[in-house]
């Protein structure tokens, strides 16, 4: 079945502490993205990958980073997290960037207290 | 950059009624318009999209206009079932090949 997958779908983790959250994804595509999801701000794109090891940022890249070692995954890593990066992330991939689908996980809720 | 604009931003109507959700862009040179569902804690799922050679496109109850000269499309969903209660999100490709997403519509269908 064709999906993309992210882990874990719940996250409550303390101020600074290092976490990762892991995107992958079967249909082959080229095109990954990350986003953040908060009431009344719609989907807004942090960083996105057109490809294995070409990575850029989107419009709200603070606090986070990405890589891209593999076609399939796409792993969210935030360094050192705040609570105002307490929201919800979907990580999303489509065979190109644009004017196509575009295919989204299951999503995970991040709080940080 | 493109900007998207989106209302609005909740909307109630009776079950069996029709609702209109409308979306306005910035970038003349935008040429993809997809439509997104979000149910509740669920994830976003494209439900409908357009491209900017078309001006209106169908799939049973759900139609999409697109008029390119006052640079708007919306989203029509006619007979409204209580299973489209949900948060749907208009999107721009734009200029630079970016997705732009509006900020969300909430529709709530009224029994």
């Known amino acids: 079945e064709a999906q993309v997958t992210q882990n874990p779908r719940y996250l409550i983790t303390v101020t600074g502490k290092k976490l990762t959250v892991t995107c992958s994804q079967n249909m082959n595509h080229e095109y990954m993205s990350w986003y953040r999801q908060d009431p009344g701000l719609g989907l807004r794109q942090i960083y996105y990958?057109?490809?294995?090891?070409?990575?850029d940022k989107g419009d709200v890249p603070e606090g986070y980073k990405v890589s891209r070692k593999e076609k399939r995954n796409f792993p969210l890593i935030l360094e050192s997290p705040s609570p105002n990066q307490t929201s919800l992330y979907f990580c999303a991939s489509s065979y190109r960037q644009a004017g196509v689908e575009a295919f989204f996980g299951q999503g995970t809720r991040l709080t940080v207290v | 950059g493109e900007n998207v604009e989106q209302h609005p931003s909740t909307l109630s109507v009776q079950e069996g009624d029709s609702a209109v959700i409308k979306c306005t862009y910035s970038d003349s040179a935008s040429n993809y318009f997809p439509w997104y569902k979000q149910e509740l804690g669920k994830r976003p799922q494209l439900i409908i999209d357009?491209?900017?050679?078309?001006g209106e496109k169908k799939d049973q109850r759900i139609a999409v206009t697109l008029n390119k000269t006052a640079k708007h499309f919306s989203l029509h969903i006619t007979e409204t079932q209580p299973e489209d209660s949900a948060v749907y999100f208009c999107a721009v490709s734009n200029r630079d090949d970016k997705i732009i997403f509006g900020k969300g519509t909430r529709l709530h269908i009224l029994p």
């Open positions: 357009i491209r900017s050679n078309v």
């Open positions: 990958s057109m490809n294995v090891e070409v990575t």
